[in-house]
């Protein structure tokens, strides 16, 4: 003997919309992080990138900088003295 089921009604979630008061305390903090921490760091690995005394304009040398300074025996040091 068989036995047939009903189908068996699953409910949709509601979309639920995101009040515009939760964006802004969500965005504008956000948005300071991004000013004032990650623009300038950004701004420092470009420069990290250059050749430039601060007056004229800088000219792009690429890695050598980081090749430079892994190089130097002073830089080694520091990096020791800093891990221990």
Do not use: C, H
């Amino acid at each position: 003997m068989a036995v047939l089921a009903a189908p068996v009604k699953r409910r949709r979630r509601a979309v639920r919309r995101v009040p515009p008061t939760l964006l802004l305390f969500v965005l504008v903090p956000v948005a300071v992080e991004g000013f004032w921490v990650f623009w300038p760091a950004l701004q420092g690995f470009y420069l990290s990138l250059t050749n430039w005394d601060g007056v004229s304009a800088p000219t792009f040398v690429g890695l050598d900088n980081y090749a430079e300074m892994l190089s130097d025996d002073i830089f080694g040091t520091a990096a020791l003295d800093t891990v221990i």
